[in-house]
């Protein structure tokens, strides 16, 4: 694993925010709490979480455009999945007709944005909760676990945890995985990107991927205690 540090409460502004580094990866990823239902939602007692994705134009060597009119596939695909990811852990059924809107905004880029994402995105959320909690706008438990993610992928023949741009940029196999606390896969994203991968190699490099999420989930732990539902 590259250095990690999570930073809650980055900015005043926000119901909840969290800045997350991962090695010179950097994500700043805030909460918003919405009193209205999801429109595919109304009337249906349930809430929902959804996220956005986004990187600032000099995160990355070269100037990136910004999206101002339409998103690009890659944008959308990964907003969708941070938005997937954390409704895994949250219990809409029992959070009433209000929306939580994570936002992503990758500060600098490095490899493993999506991941790191999602690891500093359940962090808002989880912040989120936990004031919403405190006021007594929201039962005591609406989250199932902690979740974190992180890639690994198979550079030069051998299993790598956490690439970094360069080595994601080499990397014959790429993958995301996304883990709850307790190691439950909530999704994988695998692809051969020079030459095929066997059963053995998906295995070795999962197993690696949670050995990173355990460490990632660690340090979220640190920063807040947690009560989660036994169903």
Not at 35 to 48: E, I, Y
Not at 74 to 79: D, Y
Request: with cysteine; net charge negative.
């Amino acid at each position: 694993m590259r250095p990690v540090k999570i930073t809650p409460h980055y900015l005043k502004t926000a119901e909840a925010s969290a800045l997350v580094e991962m090695g010179d990866t950097v994500v700043l990823c805030t909460a918003t709490v919405d009193n209205r239902a999801a429109s595919h939602l109304r009337d249906t007692g349930l809430g929902w979480v959804t996220a956005e994705y986004g990187m600032l134009p000099r995160c990355s060597p070269q100037r990136i455009p910004r999206e101002r009119t339409r998103l690009a596939g890659r944008s959308q695909e990964i907003q969708r999945l941070i938005g997937r990811a954390l409704r895994s852990i949250f219990m809409m059924d029992k959070f009433g007709e209000r929306t939580i809107t994570i936002d992503c905004d990758v500060i600098q880029a490095d490899g493993g944005t999506r991941t790191a994402s999602i690891t500093g995105g359940f962090v808002a959320l989880a912040l989120a909760v936990k004031q919403l909690q405190q006021a007594n706008q929201a039962g005591p438990i609406l989250l199932k676990d902690y979740l974190a993610a992180v890639s690994v992928g198979i550079v030069e023949g051998q299993p790598v945890l956490d690439l970094c741009y360069l080595e994601d940029a080499q990397a014959e196999v790429d993958m995301n995985v996304v883990m709850t606390g307790q190691g439950q896969i909530v999704e994988v994203q695998g692809t051969a990107e020079k030459a095929a991968f066997s059963r053995e190699q998906m295995n070795s490099m999962l197993d690696l991927a949670q050995t990173g999420i355990q460490q990632l989930v660690e340090a979220q732990r640190a920063l807040m205690d947690l009560n989660f539902t036994k169903e």
